[in-house]
Antibody, heavy 122, light 108 residues
Framework: EVQLVESGGGLVQPGGSLRLSCAASGFTFSSYWMSWVRQAPGKGLEWVANIKQDGSEKYYVDSVKGRFTISRDNAKNSLYLQMNSLRAEDTAVYYC???????????????WGQGTLVTVSS | EIVLTQSPATLSLSPGERATLSCRASQSVSSYLAWYQQKPGQAPRLLIYDASNRATGIPARFSGSGSGTDFTLTISSLEPEDFAVYYCQQRSNWPRGTFGQGTKVEIK
């Protein structure tokens, strides 16, 4: 059974930093692209970042470029999101997600963790 | 940036009725579109990928159609557990991808 378990969320002041972790199990972690997706309270979903199987490629939504860094440790089956210079608008539940190749040879998110809440407030 | 517009924002229906949800893209996304269901307090669940393929374990009452800029998610006969928020996501500019704003299917 695929399991993705996020941790590391909490309350942080504007301008502060936080590191999210995601522990993966039930599949060969090193074979998959992985993503972070966030959801502000009462709002819709926003893709944040993703990373290639070997960590050699990383992509970000424009609003977090230069502030957030996605990384992974395949030996530990873990995904990370380092968040710096946090803003109030970064307040959201952050989901770890797996991306699977589809019949059209693109990737689509097929499994999600339960999420961890990040609150940026003074 | 490709913008996805979902309509209606809220759909009020009774169990057993047919639900038709729309997702329109600001430019063609080919068939690189997925649908997700999200219930309160839960993570999203993949329903449909590549516009029309049901994900593993998804009941046959869920179907997806469309290509280019216009897509539809149809629930043929609503079950009580289907009342939720539904999101579309495009991946035509993968590895990036944008979501629609969601359609809430509520009990009438």
């Amino acid at each position: 059974e695929v399991q993705l378990v996020e941790s590391g969320g909490g309350l942080v002041q504007p301008g502060g930093s936080l590191r999210l972790s995601c522990a993966a199990s039930g599949f060969t972690f090193s074979s998959y692209w992985m993503s972070w997706v966030r959801q502000a309270p009462g709002k819709g979903l926003e893709w944040v970042a993703n990373i290639k199987q070997d960590g050699s490629e990383k992509y970000y939504v424009d609003s977090v470029k230069g502030r957030f860094t996605i990384s992974r440790d395949n030996a530990k089956n873990s995904l990370y999101l380092q968040m710096n210079s946090l803003r109030a608008e970064d307040t959201a539940v952050y989901y770890c997600a797996r991306e699977a190749r589809t019949d059209y040879d693109i990737f689509q998110i097929d499994y999600w963790g339960q999420g961890t809440l990040v609150t940026v407030s003074s | 940036e490709i913008v996805l517009t979902q309509s209606p924002a809220t759909l009020s229906l009774s169990p057993g009725e047919r639900a038709t949800l729309s997702c329109r893209a600001s430019q063609s996304v080919s068939s690189y579109l997925a649908w997700y269901q999200q219930k309160p307090g839960q993570a999203p669940r993949l329903l449909i990928y590549d516009a029309s393929n049901r994900a593993t374990g998804i009941p046959a009452r869920f179907s997806g159609s469309g290509s280019g800029t216009d897509f539809t998610l149809t629930i043929s006969s609503l079950e009580p557990e289907d009342f939720a928020v539904y999101y579309c996501q495009q991946r035509s500019n993968w590895p990036r991808g944008t979501f629609g704003q969601g359609t809430k299917v509520e009990i009438k």
